[in-house]
């Protein structure tokens, strides 16, 4: 029971810290002339991960914690800090696009165009079966599924408006 709650502390810290760079980075990024697109569904995004990380507190915080699993996680949040310090301070939980950037070329983003989603996607199925909660997982696995439909196909549009207009 302590490890899950630590565990479950450490998440919900991490994710906290990482929406105070969010907000400093979204506010530069505006300042510099940036533009935030898809706004419409940020409340939905932060609705589900919102429900996803509360769900895990009212479900898991007494369960045995799989140590196979939690290791899996690790290795998720090793790719999470290479995501992150790969693209910087230009990282946001929003899209915000600034006049004359080029994209992140580098560490994962030269391997997919989305790593960041791919490290959440699997953040979200993990941390669920860390407490053998392997339904929660499907179920937030479905429903994230579905919310990185949107959310791409708004960056993507986002970013290929950007880079039309540059040409």
Do not use: C
Not at 76 to 99: A, D, H, K, M, Y
Not at 135 to 159: D, Q
């Amino acid at each position: 029971m302590i490890l899950s709650i630590a565990i479950l502390a450490l998440v919900t810290a991490q994710r906290l810290g990482e929406l105070v760079v969010a907000q400093r980075n979204t506010r530069r990024l505006l300042a510099q002339g940036g533009v935030e697109r898809g706004a419409e569904h940020y409340p939905l995004m932060v609705a589900l991960h919102a429900a996803w990380l509360g769900g895990l507190w009212t479900l898991a915080w007494n369960r045995p914690a799989n140590l196979w699993w939690v290791m899996a996680y690790a290795l998720l949040e090793v790719l999470r800090v290479w995501v992150l310090t790969s693209i910087g301070r230009r990282w946001t939980t929003r899209i915000i696009v600034v006049p004359g950037e080029t994209l992140v070329r580098k560490g994962p983003y030269r391997l997919i165009p989305h790593p960041n989603y791919a490290v959440v996607a699997g953040e979200i199925a993990v941390l669920p079966l860390v407490f053998g909660l392997t339904g929660y997982a499907a179920v937030f696995s479905v429903l994230n599924a579905a919310m990185l439909w949107l959310r791409i196909g708004a960056e993507n549009a986002a970013l290929a408006d950007a880079t039309s207009t540059q040409t």
